[in-house]
């Protein structure tokens, strides 16, 4: 008995010892002499990370087995839910830079060893990041927030976070500011003379209305909760579903939305706006070319690319006052970054850089017990590819405290309450009350300046 229990024994460490030289045979990390770049690309391949994260990615042989197969359609769903990286592995190869939130969500990752996921490395040995992998992913991450995304102004200490200050200003033309400014606020854009950008924009309350539709000309309402206007300078695209690239673009929709300001055409506008003498007089001395939609909606741009609101809290935080914020807020950005929040919300403006599907963990339409309006759908009106359905762009969370209700369809009242549905629906996670509430205390600190002064409720 005893031999056999020993031979037993010795064929175990055997076993084990060739699996451990095997393992190290397959997973050796990618040669050092290569860049980071294709150092990261090399491990996204081996690590099969395009397998569920790629529309065309190479499936496993097994896909196609029975209940197997359906295992991993569902895991390939899932993970073209949360990123489709086939953009990003080309992108290594050109050597262009990678979006933000793409880097901060292999940052996670990578840290916390969530991908691949057991049962993909359980078959795929050479899938898992042995700890040189997982060295050179990190630095890469780190290479391309220096090189592409850091302000400048951090701390060394913080000079990585998925977070940056904000910068003061950026480059304007003063004099379309000022016409910017007259004409944001200017109701005879809108076809009754009623409604300005500011209506539904206002600078005094965060750049909001409050309200979780809009109110338009003859008491219309939208069926969008209007984003803040500060800071929207730092967001890729703006409103929610992505129609617009630039800012003027944005500007250049409500005027003509029948539901917001009701103008039949810029021509209207214009006619009315060169009836003033004193201000067709001040608008031709800047655009020689005279009126047009294209200088009328360059002009708001213009303006609005002054909305920025630095030095909150959190901004002199990272720059080194580690007394500008309490404890409790410190704890909660842990929290924010434990509970995946920043690979979303990141960046100068936390947020405003990808579109992000609502609903990953459990289905938010369905549980929300209200009819599914065209403006659920998010991303998909414009595409209409399936895959976009649901899928919107993420607000910048900056000033958050003064912008409720929160989602884009209005629906929570409180930050403590979006904080927690989010954590319910994108994670699969009840959070607790106390780790809630933490959170909420650091997005407190994320209130900025405007001309200086620090933004309230009613400024």
Known sequence: MKKW???GVMAILAAIIFIAITYRIINQPPPANLTSEMQARTILETGGCLS???????????????IVGFMVKGDIEKGLKHEDLAKTYESLASGNKIDETILAKIEKVVTD????????????????????????MLSWVKKQRETHYATGLACEEFA???IQPIVDSIPVNPDKVELGKILFHDTRLSSDNTVSCASCHDLNTGGVDNKQYSEGVGGQFGRVNAPTVYNAAFNFVQFWDGRAGTLAEQAAGPPLNPVEMASQSFDDIIAKLAADKEFTKRFIAIYPDGYSEKNITNAIEEFEKTLITPNSAFDRYLKGDKSAISQEAIDGYALFKENKCATCHVGV???????EYM?????????????????????????????????????????????????????????????????KYQLGDELKDDDAEKIVTFMNTLTGEFQGKKLTSAN
């Open 5 to 7: 229990l020993k031979i």
């Open 52 to 66: 569920c994260h790629s529309a065309d990615g190479e499936k496993p042989f097994y896909a196609s087995f029975p």
């Open 113 to 136: 060893g969530s991908m691949p996921l057991h049962r993909y490395y359980m078959i795929h040995w050479g899938a898992s990041l042995n700890k040189e992998e997982k060295s050179m």
């Open 160 to 162: 990585n976070e998925p």
């Open 349 to 355: 403006n936390l947020g405003g850089q990808s579109y």
């Open 359 to 423: 609903g990953l963990a459990h289905s938010y339409f369905e549980e929300r017990n209200a009819p599914i309006t065209e403006e659920d759908n998010g991303r998909f009106k414009q595409t209409k590819e399936e895959r976009d359905r649901h899928r919107f762009k993420v607000p910048g969370l900056r000033n958050i405290e003064l912008t409720a209700p929160y989602f884009h369809d209005g629906s929570q009242k409180t930050m403590k309450d979006a904080v927690q549905y989010m954590a």
